[in-house]
């Protein structure tokens, strides 16, 4: 399978399935605390990461970068979490939309979320409030691992997002989460199959072994 192929068999599941996956194999990569901005959002590509930090002397830019982000990849903004200044708006959405972009996921707030929704570019972050970071932080390195959420997100690393959230999957592992999260979601079709032509849900569940799907396994 090529990256490009992963992206797409990634947008094919849900959050909840791949998060299965994830416990299965150990791997911590829930951003925890990260909504979409409009519950019909989703979103799956590459990251693009951006590190934020306090302004210095003279105070850099917020972010002058979304030229370089490539379509279909998603921005990537480690803002420490913070949800007292944003380092996302209008006219970043505009642009992004424009060019193509996958989504924005950013660990800290949006602002100027009416027109993400009107334009349906799905952005993902812990909140969304008017006051701006300009002169409050500004950008320290771009393409360099980020915390998301208490989850590490390095460039390249496959970022999906649907209404429960977002979630990353190490590039170095992609493969086996994916694979892992196809097979839960085809038992669990395979089980509501079982249930809608009769059965009971506990033999069905039994019969498809449910109650190992999450169950810890050992990465390679």
Not at 95 to 115: K, N
Request: aromatic share 4%; charged share 30%; glycine share 12%.
């Amino acid at each position: 399978m090529t990256a490009d192929a992963n992206v797409a068999r990634a947008a094919r599941l849900e959050t909840a399935t791949l998060s299965d996956a994830l416990d299965r194999l150990g791997i911590v990569g829930q951003c925890r605390g990260l909504q979409p901005r409009d519950p019909g959002f989703r979103l799956a590509g590459r990251a693009r990461t951006i590190l934020y930090g306090p302004p210095g002397v003279p105070v850099g830019t917020v972010g002058d970068y979304i030229d370089d982000i490539d379509p279909g990849e998603v921005v990537v903004l480690d803002n420490g979490g913070r949800e007292d200044v944003t380092v996302w708006g209008d006219i970043l959405t505009e642009i992004a939309h424009r060019r193509g972009l996958g989504g924005t996921v950013i660990d800290g707030i949006c602002r100027d979320v009416h027109l993400c929704r009107s334009l349906g570019y799905p952005v993902f972050s812990k909140g969304h409030w008017m006051r701006t970071g300009k002169d409050r932080v500004q950008v320290e390195a771009s393409d360099v691992p980020v915390t998301i959420g208490e989850a590490r997100v390095a460039a390249g690393d496959l970022l999906i997002g649907d209404s429960d959230g977002v979630l990353v999957l190490p590039r170095a592992h992609e493969e086996r989460i994916l694979a892992v999260a196809e097979e839960i979601h085809a038992t669990e079709e395979a089980i509501r199959e079982a249930v809608r032509g009769g059965q009971r849900l506990d033999e069905a569940r039994k019969a498809f072994r449910y109650h190992n799907l999450q169950s810890r396994e050992t990465t390679s």
